[in-house]
């Protein structure tokens, strides 16, 4: 716990230096970029935050691995290292551009696989969410209550439409569901549910970094977490993702199984 405290607190003092040199920050059209296809932004910013949160961890712990989207590349080292942090630097590059809002900082530690420390940091809002091994989830340090168990149909559902249209999961939250509601933002649309506001959060194919801190908030509140067939999520790798209410995910399961 000690040594977690240790982790806890030099994350926060990285946060608060970081959060400044975002806000300030001025985007020309020179500093976004394309990836895999003309959806799939990422600017200077995204580079320059992963770079310097890397850098700081390394700077405190130099044994560690860190897993960062930007500079990902696959590395037998990741599974042998029993300390992992995993960065999203900006997480809704989209949200960043187009409406400089909704969008986060997503940070998450590992020992043995386990997640220990998860951080969600809605920059604009300067909202830290942090949780803790043990010891729960919190919101600017005031702790939160596990959310109310709420079923399908009273639960706003946020799912990404355009890359499931054509699912059978689509429908049956659309059919079932309260109503639909998306931020375009994993980190942020995942909280939503730790909140108690959305009932689930649904998307597919993440990346381990879009989703890793939701893995210990889910944990520390009693949520369900899973890909679409109710699987644990694999260490690190990629893979559909879903975070509901207890009741909500049973819900789904068993219309999907009709
Ligand atoms: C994206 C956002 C978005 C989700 C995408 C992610 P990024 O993260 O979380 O909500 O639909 O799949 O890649 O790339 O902007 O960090
Ligand atoms: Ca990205
Ligand atoms: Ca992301
Ligand atoms: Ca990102």
Aim: charged share 30%; glycine share 6%; net charge negative.
């Amino acid at each position: 716990m000690n040594d977690l405290l240790y982790c806890h607190n030099i994350v926060i003092g990285i946060l608060k230096e970081i959060r400044e040199k975002i806000i300030s920050s001025k985007l020309n059209k020179n500093d976004i970029d394309t990836k895999t296809n003309r959806r799939d932004l990422v600017t200077i910013i995204d580079k320059q935050t992963e770079d310097f949160i890397s850098s700081k961890l390394n700077e405190n712990f130099k044994d560690h691995y860190i897993l960062g989207e930007e500079t990902f590349k696959k590395d037998n080292n990741l599974e042998k290292n029993e300390n992992v942090w995993i960065i999203d630097p900006i997480d809704a590059t989209a949200n960043f551009i187009k409406q400089e809002t909704d969008y986060c900082i997503l940070i998450a530690f590992f020992q043995n696989k386990i997640p220990k420390l998860g951080y969600i940091f809605d920059i604009k809002k300067n909202e830290l969410i942090h949780a803790i091994d043990g010891e729960g989830v919190f919101i600017n340090d005031i702790r939160i209550k596990e959310p109310e168990n709420i079923a399908l149909e009273e639960a706003l559902i946020s799912i990404d439409v355009r890359k499931m249209w054509k699912s059978e999961l689509l429908k049956t939250v659309i059919n079932n569901g309260f109503d639909l509601r998306y931020i375009g933002c994993a980190g942020l649309d995942g909280f939503k549910v730790a909140r108690g506001h959305f009932g689930a959060f649904i998307c597919p194919n993440l990346g381990p970094w879009d989703f890793a801190p939701l893995l210990l908030i889910a944990k520390e509140l009693n949520l369900h977490v899973s890909d679409f067939n109710g699987n644990e999520l694999l260490f690190a790798k990629r893979s559909d993702f879903i975070i509901s209410t207890n009741q909500t995910y049973l819900d789904i399961k068993n219309l999907l199984k009709r």
